[in-house]
T-cell receptor, first 118, second 112 residues
Framework: GAGVSQSPSNKVTEKGKDVELRCDPI?????LYWYRQSLGQGLEFLIY????????KSGLPSDRFSAERTGGSVSTLTIQRTQQEDSAVYLC????????????????FGPGTRLTVL | GNSVTQMEGPVTLSEEAFLTINCTYT??????LFWYVQYPGEGLQLLLK?????DKGSNKGFEATYRKETTSFHLEKGSVQVSDSAVYFCALPTSNTGKLIFGQGTTLQVKP
């Protein structure tokens, strides 16, 4: 079946512009996560959705970052007024549900969107 | 909060060599532990997992044992292949939301 898809695969933008990154999770997966992978910071959590709600936004680095999820499916990560330090690979993952600390539901990752801010 | 420390790379080995990548963690309680792998040009994928102390996760010839006493989850493979060249990440969940924290990643290069 189809895995997690993300678009675009690559995005080059100028400093100060807004960008939107899209994630299509696996059908039926209620939990959705955004992570960021950068050279300096490694892999870091950004935001978690359960259905259309985002009970954990603790990883968003600034108020320039926002995300939404509609219909319990597609999610969009928006970065306003992009800065060079936003350059990274943005990864989306989905799972059947969030599970718990000891009962894990595997997260399936998309291929990522590579964002370059000039 | 939970944290994970992973040995730094890069690690360069010859084919058929023995591989160990160290991972230690600090955690409240006994969370599940994971190794993820990222092959060149591909997305992150789960390699193996262990859900409780003394569990051994295994896949594709890789193994890791959940050691509560030493708070470790070292990744091992007895005989690596060129196709194992990738970046390996140790990870654990930090809350009941399932969000993962990752080690810094270890790049493995296997030469023929």
């Amino acid at each position: 079946g189809a895995g997690v898809s993300q678009s675009p695969s690559n995005k080059v933008t100028e400093k100060g512009k807004d960008v939107e990154l899209r994630c299509d999770p696996i059908s039926g997966h209620t939990a959705l996560y955004w992570y960021r992978q950068s050279l300096g910071q490694g892999l870091e959590f950004l935001i978690y959705f359960q259905g259309n709600s985002a009970p954990d936004k603790s990883g968003l680095p600034s108020d320039r970052f926002s995300a939404e999820r509609t219909g319990g499916s597609v999610s969009t990560l928006t970065i306003q007024r992009t800065q060079q330090e936003d350059s990274a690979v943005y990864l989306c993952a989905s799972s059947l549900s969030s599970g718990s600390l000891s009962s894990y539901n595997e997260q399936f990752f998309g291929p990522g969107t590579r964002l370059t801010v000039l | 909060g939970n944290s994970v420390t992973q040995m730094e790379g890069p690690v360069t080995l010859s084919e058929e060599a023995f591989l160990t990548i160290n991972c230690t963690y600090t955690a409240t309680g006994y969370p599940s532990l994971f190794w993820y792998v990222q092959y060149p040009g591909e997305g992150l994928q789960l390699l193996l997992k262990a859900t409780k102390a003394d569990d051994k996760g295994s896949n594709k010839g890789f193994e890791a044992t959940y050691r509560k006493e030493t708070t470790s989850f070292h990744l091992e493979k007895g005989s690596v292949q060129v196709s194992d060249s990738a970046v390996y990440f140790c990870a654990l969940p930090t809350s009941n939301t399932g969000k993962l924290i990752f080690g810094q990643g270890t790049t493995l290069q296997v030469k023929p």
